[in-house]
């Protein structure tokens, strides 16, 4: 069997994944990544789209790339609308702080430009078959080429100092250590998805708007002047071809419908999925020497906008561990890994929890929910202390505090 020896083997080449390589390879230390799709069909996936300014700062200070600056959408603030009024929260005077629209897949192709650009040993169309010897000095993987051709019995395998599980929701590593003992899985499911679009059209509003309707939620997202994201709330069993396009633009215009006489500017759509989703999190997110991050440790609805900018988090605390680790070989920040990834973690999954339940409405709900999350809805946005708390919330917590 062909053998790689290297520092840190890295499964899942998706943002986190890159991100680490690149930040490790800065570092002089040696890192191999393997990742089950291949270049094109990450680079076309969409997902969402919002970057703290720290998560920017990963791209543009490591010498990623600056096309987030000038690809990327900085915005200023979001727009609550509900009972058909809009509610603008400003975050510079807020909370000192914006956010940039720049979609996941765009920094997908970023960070795999500067891995190959750099040298980096990204290895696509290589799925992970096995990870063993965690709990040794030399944890190993073994994976097999999916190549179109490629021969399903021929294994390579790598051995690492460390072991880093950045594969995604459906991490194999995670699901590899599910019963070791300690190991817990925490999860909440909710009763819808989203039907999301992209279409031909330019933009409605300044602003994403977050509207809270009695049809159910909408988002009104951007992707350039000529091509906008939007989403609705649909039940998780929707078959897009149901959706013709009229049907769809009916909906959504519903949705932000007001006295104001807010209206969505409409275009050909050429893009339809939807999205179900749900809340997760592993604890721990280490076992020996593999460290789980993003989404192979945790997922969130993307109502907070906050599932790359926790990838992004937890590869800045595992970066910062392992680069003192083999700067000092103390182990100390690698023990530490999972509880101070944890503490962000459990803080974005609140706010992820909160926007979803205030922001939703379902038919079967008790009314008195639906009037509640009206009620939720009016404490934020008229005191400034509820507009600066999700503002926070929404803009990312500071560094130095995980
Ligand atoms: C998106 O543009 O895809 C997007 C933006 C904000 C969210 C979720 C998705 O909260």
Known sequence: MNVTR???????????????????????ISNVVIESRDHDTIANTHRAGILEQPSVAMLTDTGVDGRVLTVGDEHEGINLRFKGESHLLNFPELVDATVTLYAQNEVFIDLAAARARDGGDVRYESEVTEIFDLKTDTPKFRYRSVAEGADP????????????????????????VRDEPGHQDFTTEYPFAWFGILCEAPKSFPELIYANSPRGFALISQRSETVQRMYFQCDPNTNVDDWSEDRIWDELQSRVAGPDGFELKTGPIFDK????????????MSHGNLFLAGDAAHTVPPTGAKGLNLAFADVRVLFEALDSFYSTGS??????????????????????????????TTAEENPFSTRRSLGDLESVTSSVYGRQYLAECYTGWPNSRP
């Open 153 to 176: 019995d021929a294994l390579q395998e790598v051995h690492c100092d460390v072991l880093v599980g950045a594969d995604g929701s459906r991490s194999f590593c995670r699901r590899a």
């Open 273 to 284: 999925t939807v999205l179900p989703f749900r809340s997760f999190v592993r604890e721990p």
């Open 331 to 360: 182990r100390a920040l690698l023990d530490s890994y999972s509880d101070t990834a944890l503490r962000r973690v459990w803080k974005a999954q609140n706010f992820s929890y909160w926007m979803t339940t205030m922001l939703h």
């Open 6 to 28: 290297t520092q840190v083997g890295i499964v899942g080449g998706g943002p986190a994944g890159l991100m680490l390589s690149h930040l490790l390879a800065k570092q002089g």
